[in-house]
């Protein structure tokens, strides 16, 4: 098959992507991989063809003279997410009228697709959208999305939820959904037929959820094309491991401390108090990966139990780490509980209130509820979840969760199944 992958140009975003193009072209797929330029390298590294559109910067964008709060989230959401949107939908359709792709793999954020879904009398091909964050789905419970709230558990809770849920949506989910609304009339599409993040989920011919459903709440009902698929295979480790790797297979335990690779500007915020607080602790192996940043940016002498790097292998690494500390990147978090991995969260930015909330209501690690918790609480956090075995178990079942599903597998086939579908029920359609 002749596959298109949209991806919006964010580290995070594009690298699981890259892992579903290697395993379409690993059996024979021809992959074409959309994104911004800065990003060639990797698409062709990963032995994918790569295609270009200019993104202006578009999804690195932060606000810088507005304090945090709805406003420049608002501005930061649009800027990143919605104002690419014609660029990315001529992009595509470019594409789609140049190579006839069989089937459209988008991550979720890659809010181009949108016009193609919304535009009835213009064929398509299916779109499968792999989803890079926590299932925001509306909430059953009347929760608002984003906010970190676990479920509801009394009618009490339901109605304060509700309450907030109205503010939310006059400060932030309405005025979102009203800039993509006018993107699309300019376009001359109909507007969305829900909130945004719902829209996401609801309207492709598929949408994949790279968890399993132990990881998410229970929204009763769910859209017929979502498919929870596991954690498809990360990239193989490169072949110049960092010199201190043999120190992991010596006995003592390991902790990760990671930022991630978008909200790492300041890793003074997870990454140097978690090194100050277990300074101390030569029991334990501490490592640190800067996300990409240089190592150099970490302040002040490193304690003698530290090692550090800017990227490290997850795949290898993980089987041999005892605790995560994370601001609480969905796809680190992911990997983690693939490989029984407890956690110490504490992250509010983007998506990370959600992730939190949801490590601390499945029990598989502690959720700080900030961005930068003092020395204190870190190491009192890792304290507990290291001692307290209830959350080695809880990390555990939720590995066994992950191995009983073939995320490869289930994530081909679903990309078949899309293409099937579209195939038998329209068959009259061209797309070259």
């Known amino acids: 098959m002749r596959i298109l992958i949209a991806a919006t140009p964010l580290t995070g975003h594009v690298n699981p992507l890259l892992a579903i193009g290697r395993l379409l072209a690993g059996r024979g797929d021809a992959v074409t991989v959309l994104t911004d330029p800065r990003f060639r390298g990797?698409?062709?590294?990963?032995g994918l063809r790569f295609s270009g559109y200019d993104d202006d910067g578009s999804a690195q964008y932060l606000e810088p003279a507005l304090p945090p709060g709805p406003e420049r989230w608002r501005n930061e959401f649009d800027r990143r997410f919605i104002a690419p949107m014609p660029v990315q939908a001529a992009a595509l359709r470019a594409l789609i009228a140049r190579e006839a792709p069989d089937v459209i793999v988008a991550g979720s954020m890659f809010l181009g697709v949108l016009p193609l879904l919304l535009d009835t009398a213009t064929p398509r091909p299916p779109i499968v959208t792999w989803n890079i964050s926590f299932l925001f789905l509306d909430r059953p419970d009347g929760a608002p999305v984003a906010l970190g709230l676990p479920p509801a558990r009394s009618a009490a809770e339901r109605d304060r939820y509700a309450e907030l849920k109205a503010r939310v949506d006059a400060a932030y989910v309405d005025p979102v959904r009203a800039r993509a609304d006018a993107r699309l009339a300019a376009m001359g599409l109909p507007g969305l037929p829900a909130s945004l993040t719902h829209a996401?989920?609801?309207?492709?011919?598929?949408?994949l959820q790279p968890t399993v459903p132990e990881f998410e709440y229970d929204f009763g009902a769910l859209p017929p094309g979502l498919r929870f698929i596991g954690l498809p295979p990360l990239p193989q480790a490169p072949a110049d491991l960092p010199d201190w790797w043999s120190e992991l297979d010596g006995g003592k335990p390991v902790v990760l401390v990671t930022q991630g690779t978008l909200a790492n500007a300041d890793l003074g915020a997870l990454i140097e108090p978690t090194l100050a607080a277990l300074a101390d602790r030569d029991d334990l192996l501490v490592l640190a990966t800067t996300g990409g940043r240089p190592v150099e940016a970490l302040r002040g002498p490193l304690p003698r139990n530290v090692r550090v790097a800017r990227f490290l292998p997850f795949r290898e690494l993980l089987p041999k780490v005892s605790l995560l500390v994370t601001n609480g990147g969905y796809g680190?978090?992911?990997?983690?509980l693939s490989a029984g991995v407890p956690i110490v969260a504490a992250g509010r930015t983007e998506d990370k209130a959600e992730v939190g909330v949801r490590i601390a209501w499945s029990g598989v690690g502690l959720d700080?509820?900030?961005?930068?918790?003092?020395?204190?609480?870190?190491?009192?956090?890792?304290?507990?979840?290291?001692?307290?075995?209830?959350?080695?178990?809880?990390?555990?079942?939720?590995?066994?969760?992950?191995?009983?599903?073939?995320?490869?597998?289930?994530?081909?086939?679903?990309?078949?199944?899309?293409?099937?579908?579209?195939?038998?029920?329209?068959?009259?359609?061209?797309?070259?």
Do not use: C, K, N, Y
């Open 200 to 207: 996401v989920v609801v309207l492709p011919d598929l949408f």
């Open 42 to 46: 990797a698409v062709e590294a990963a």
């Open 368 to 432: 700080l509820a900030t961005d930068t918790p003092d020395r204190e609480t870190i190491r009192a956090a890792v304290e507990t979840v290291l001692g307290e075995p209830r959350f080695r178990q809880r990390a555990a079942a939720m590995a066994e969760a992950f191995a009983r599903r073939d995320a490869a597998r289930e994530t081909l086939a679903a990309i078949d199944e899309a293409a099937g579908h579209r195939r038998s029920e329209e068959p009259h359609r061209r797309f070259a």
């Open 332 to 336: 680190s978090v992911s990997q983690a």
